[in-house]
């Protein structure tokens, strides 16, 4: 794991990296770069190449630049920050440096931060299952800013592991990931972090009636599990909690209704995308000791056509009395999630946000660039989402949930069916979670950036852990 440091100075013999925010003008005696060095900077710049590279006595200075935008679009300076981070990283990596001091010429401390970020996030790999480990290239960075302190590299520190942990999850197959493994997981996420898990086995599932998760877990061998995790610090602020749910299928077949899409069933390992998303928050929530009382619930199964799956046409009970015709068995994850959105009616939440890589269809809408959202939580509330979302550039796009696509999931024999039809599939899925709230709620369908089949910079490829870095954002602004 990479780790994050502050420092006051540099010395002689140390590379370090420049992020420009002055391309015309860039003022390069303050940085301690060789005059003789000057006019190569200004060609690799001007060829527009993303990392210059010089050299100082024993060391490397690689200089970056980025064009600053205005306040409003701030978060569009951050994200080419982060970009330049990845950039940086690529460079490192070939060098074969361990160690890098990061520097600024400008005074918004958070653009040196989102650089860190950047270069960290680039940072991961996935090698467990390899032969030959890649180690990390890039063992330490160093931020060197006055306005930088060391809670500021502590904070990043944490919300880098919370992600990583999520792309992780994400990432191990379900012959190891199963339902009751995940659980293990975050049992041992939980006593790193500080956050206390509770494992509902399936005996308890069964007593509760939770008949979404355990029609979507009969067809499997392996028991499903329900897991509720808690952070309720003493300073808390918050009197009701604020609830996240994250879909966890550690695999999904599609049950009968076998996945048909030539390749669809290769990356279903990936469909425990928002339960992952949930446990990297909780981690680096509890590490920062945000002052908030959250709770996580985290249904687990895999689905499969095994045993006595469900079949297309049967009619299950949701654990709050719903009747729903099942007529589409991979259409699943809204069935896990009613039953955990029925559960978080007895903690009377202050907030409720569920995160599934949910439908095709959100990630048809809007590609790989952002999350889907709805939900009948409060403008105030939406408006800080988004401006979360900017911020991390995980970006949210909100769909309407208007009454009439209600009618779509209408079902003759039942309360309810499990798919509403061929237009609006992001929408019915959410109208579907509707009915088993009562309370603010909101719904992310993070099918479309959740896990990524060709590289997207620091986002890397395969999981990118997406919801950890806005959740974190959002619960930090709800506790200031």
Not at 204 to 227: C, H, R
């Amino acid at each position: 794991m990479v780790q994050i440091n502050v420092k006051k100075n540099i010395g002689a013999a140390d590379s370090c990296a420049i992020l420009f925010t002055d391309r015309a003008k860039p003022d390069y005696k303050k940085f301690g770069i060789p005059a003789v060095e000057k006019s190569l900077i200004d060609r690799q710049k001007d060829a527009k190449r993303p990392v210059s590279l010089a050299y100082r006595k024993d060391a490397l200075i690689f200089c970056q630049f980025i064009d600053p935008k205005s306040k409003d679009e701030h978060y569009k300076s951050l994200e080419a920050a982060r970009v330049a981070g990845f950039s940086l990283y690529n460079e490192l990596k070939y060098n074969k440096l361990s160690d890098i001091y990061l520097q600024t010429d400008s005074t918004d401390a958070s653009l040196l931060i989102a650089y860190a970020e950047g270069l960290a996030l680039s940072c991961y790999h996935f090698s467990r299952y390899k032969k030959e480990k890649k180690e990390l290239h890039v063992a330490n960075i160093y931020l060197v800013h006055k306005d930088i302190k060391d809670a500021d590299a502590k904070e990043l520190q944490a919300i880098i592991e919370g992600n990583f942990l999520a792309r992780d999850l994400i990432n191990e197959p379900v012959s190891f990931l199963t339902a009751e493994e995940f659980s293990r997981q975050m049992q041992k996420a939980g006593e790193e972090a500080g956050f206390k898990v509770e494992v509902f086995n399936k005996a308890k599932i069964e007593a509760l009636k939770m008949g979404g998760l355990l029609s979507v877990n009969a067809g499997s061998i392996d028991p499903p599990t329900f897991n509720v995790l808690e952070w309720k610090p003493k300073n808390a602020k918050n009197k009701k909690p604020i609830i996240l749910v994250g879909k966890g299928v550690v695999f999904d077949t599609g049950g009968l209704s076998l996945k048909p899409t030539a390749n669809s069933m290769d990356l279903m390992k990936s469909d425990m995308g928002g339960g992952a998303a949930v446990v990297g928050t909780f981690y680096a929530a509890a590490k920062n000791n945000l002052p908030l009382h959250i709770i996580g619930l985290i249904p687990a199964t895999d689905n499969r056509p095994g045993g006595r799956a469900t079949a297309p046409g049967d009619i299950i009970t949701m654990l709050d009395g719903t009747t729903v015709e099942v007529l589409n068995t991979d259409a699943e994850g809204r069935l896990i999630l009613g039953d955990a959105l029925s559960y978080a009616k007895k903690y009377k939440p202050e907030l409720v946000i569920d995160l599934a890589t949910l439908t095709g269809a959100a990630a048809k809408a809007i590609g790989p660039y952002g999350t889907v959202y709805m939900g009948n939580a409060s403008e105030e509330v939406k408006e800080e989402l988004e401006k979360c979302g900017r911020k991390t550039y995980e970006r949210l796009v909100e769909f309407p949930m208007w009454d009439e696509y209600a009618d779509l999931i209408k079902s003759e024999i039942a309360d309810l069916k499990n798919i509403g039809g061929p237009n609006a599939g992001m929408i019915t899925a959410g109208k579907f979670l509707e009915h088993f709230t009562d309370y603010p709620w909101l719904h992310f369908d993070i099918a479309g950036p959740a896990f990524l089949t060709g590289g997207d910079q620091y986002r890397g490829k395969n999981a990118t852990g997406v919801g950890v870095r806005l959740l974190y954002q959002f619960l930090k602004k709800r506790g200031n």
